[in-house]
């Protein structure tokens, strides 16, 4: 059974920093380029951060740029989102994701592309 598991989320102040972690089951991680998302009530699902299979390759959105990072330990299974100098917009639910491709230098930032996801974990900034 393909399973993500998120952890690490929490109540933090602006400022601060927080670092999520996705723990992968049930396929061959080193094969998958890894993805997160965030998610507010009555919002679409939003892309922040990619990383390749190899971890060689990210790209993220604007709104995160400089701010977080995206890593992978394909002997831990495992991605993380770093995520420093935090907002009060950064508040949502996170969730990490996964793409099974053969394309090592597709970087996916469509959520439509994903068809592995994680149950979210919540982040909220407070001011």
């Known amino acids: 059974q393909v399973q993500l598991v998120e952890s690490g989320g929490g109540l933090v102040q602006a400022g601060d920093s927080l670092r999520l972690s996705c723990a992968a089951s049930?396929?061959?991680?080193?094969?998958?380029?890894m993805g997160w998302f965030r998610q507010i009530p009555g919002k679409d699902r939003d892309f922040v951060i990619f990383?390749?299979?190899?971890?060689?390759?990210?790209v993220s959105a604007d709104s995160v740029k400089g701010r977080f990072t995206i890593s992978r330990d394909n002997a831990k299974n495992t991605v993380y989102l770093q995520m420093n100098s935090l907002k009060p917009e950064d508040t949502a639910v996170y969730y990490c994701?996964?793409?099974?491709?053969?394309?090592?230098?597709?970087?996916?930032?469509?959520?439509?592309?994903?068809?592995?996801w994680g149950q979210g974990t919540q982040v909220t900034v407070s001011s």
């Open positions: 994701a996964a793409v099974r491709s053969r394309y090592t230098s597709t970087m996916y930032t469509n959520s439509r592309d994903y068809d592995t």
């Open positions: 049930g396929l061959t991680f080193s094969s998958v380029a």
């Open positions: 990383i390749s299979q190899s971890g060689g390759s990210t």
